[in-house]
């Protein structure tokens, strides 16, 4: 009988799995590499849990030297379990900076998560998102979403959460801040 893969175990060998391949892509690049060059990897292979373990990276340098590198690795147990973890990394030419990551599994008796998160700063100000669904075995499903924003020349800022449940639908709250942390109205779009 094959022994699935626990939830710890299999993120965590899928996180290594994304960090190497992200890093020998890297690497293969060595960050010297002329303008407008790419390098990527892809890798399948059979695991330990009876399924298959999938790996890819590519990173890429634009001719105006902006770096961007992303990585994903898929992992399954040969039965009906799967699980995704990604990321990705981008530089500007200016300096402004993004990143995001997720993760997404899947199980064999209909139950399923997703997460994720993003993150961005530049010239002008920064943003942050992170949210999570799931579906029960049940079909019900839960969701999140909180997302920030700051305003560089201003100070302002923003934090706006999001939920929703199907006993209650969807509930939003969103509340605007000035340099000092005091409460203010929010602009209107």
């Given at each position: 009988?094959?022994?699935?893969?626990?939830?710890?175990?299999?993120?965590?060998?899928?996180?290594?799995?994304?960090?190497?391949?992200?890093?020998?892509?890297?690497?293969?690049?060595?960050?010297?590499?002329?303008?407008?060059?790419?390098?990527?990897?892809?890798?399948?292979?059979?695991?330990?849990?009876?399924?298959?373990?999938?790996?890819?990276?590519?990173?890429?340098?634009?001719?105006?030297?902006?770096?961007?590198?992303?990585?994903r690795a898929?992992?399954?147990?040969?039965?009906?379990?799967?699980?995704?973890?990604?990321?990705?990394?981008?530089?500007?030419?200016?300096?402004?900076?993004?990143?995001?990551?997720?993760?997404?599994?899947?199980?064999?008796?209909?139950?399923?998560?997703?997460?994720?998160?993003?993150?961005?700063?530049?010239?002008?100000?920064?943003?942050?998102?992170?949210?999570?669904?799931?579906?029960?075995?049940?079909?019900?499903?839960?969701?999140?979403?909180?997302?920030?924003?700051?305003?560089?020349?201003?100070?302002?800022?923003?934090?706006?959460?999001?939920?929703?449940?199907?006993a209650t639908?969807?509930?939003?709250?969103?509340?605007?801040?000035?340099?000092?942390?005091?409460?203010?109205?929010?602009?209107?779009?």
């Open positions: 009988m094959k022994k699935p893969l626990s939830a710890m175990g299999l993120s965590a060998a899928l996180s290594a799995a994304v960090s190497v391949a992200l890093a020998g892509a890297l690497l293969a690049t060595g960050f010297a590499a002329p303008a407008a060059e790419a390098a990527s990897r892809h890798v399948v292979r059979a695991n330990a849990a009876g399924g298959t373990t999938a790996t890819k990276a590519v990173v890429r340098q634009g001719h105006d030297g902006g770096i961007r590198a992303r990585g898929t992992a399954t147990d040969g039965q009906g379990n799967a699980r995704t973890v990604s990321g990705a990394s981008t530089t500007g030419p200016n300096g402004a900076t993004a990143v995001r990551s997720g993760e997404a599994s899947r199980h064999a008796d209909g139950s399923a998560e997703r997460s994720g998160s993003f993150a961005a700063s530049g010239a002008k100000g920064s943003v942050e998102s992170s949210g999570s669904r799931s579906k029960n075995a049940d079909g019900s499903v839960t969701a999140t979403r909180n997302a920030s924003a700051t305003n560089t020349a201003t100070g302002n800022s923003v934090q706006s959460t999001a939920s929703y449940n199907q639908g969807v509930t939003r709250s969103t509340t605007c801040y000035d340099a000092g942390g005091v409460v203010m109205n929010c602009p209107a779009r």
